[in-house]
């Protein structure tokens, strides 16, 4: 098994930044991917951005309102990954969850319990 635990959200105003951190733990050599998906008030959850897990991999990708705005990385060392969000919108609100992919496709195992992200106008 492996657990996720998000942190950094918070109530920030439009154009502020903000950086979400996930923290891994348990059976994390299973792990090919990282993405942050996020769901908004009445809506479904959303793709905003994946990393490649692995020390060499170096493949990003990004939900196309994101991109420019939203940057995603990881730390091997410390199990971590992060989205570094800036020029935020309020259309960025939103509960923002880290999942982890075995396969390194579409399909993601493992999800954390999701951390709040308020951006108000």
């Known amino acids: 098994q492996v657990q996720l635990m998000e942190s950094g959200g918070g109530l920030v105003q439009a154009g502020g930044s903000l950086r979400l951190s996930c923290a891994a733990s348990g059976s994390i050599f299973v792990i090919n991917r990282m993405g942050w998906f996020r769901q908004a008030p009445g809506k479904d959850r959303k793709f905003v951005a994946a990393i490649d897990w692995s020390w060499s991999g170096t493949n990003t990708n990004y939900e196309d309102s994101v991109k420019g705005r939203f940057t995603i990385s990881r730390d091997n060392v410390k199990n971590t990954v992060y989205m570094q969000m800036n020029s935020l919108k309020p259309e960025d609100t939103a509960v923002y969850y880290c999942?982890?992919?075995?396969?390194?496709?579409?399909?993601?195992?493992?999800w954390g319990q999701g951390t709040q992200v308020v951006v108000s106008s």
């Open positions: 999942a982890a992919s075995r396969s390194g496709m579409v399909n993601y195992d493992y």
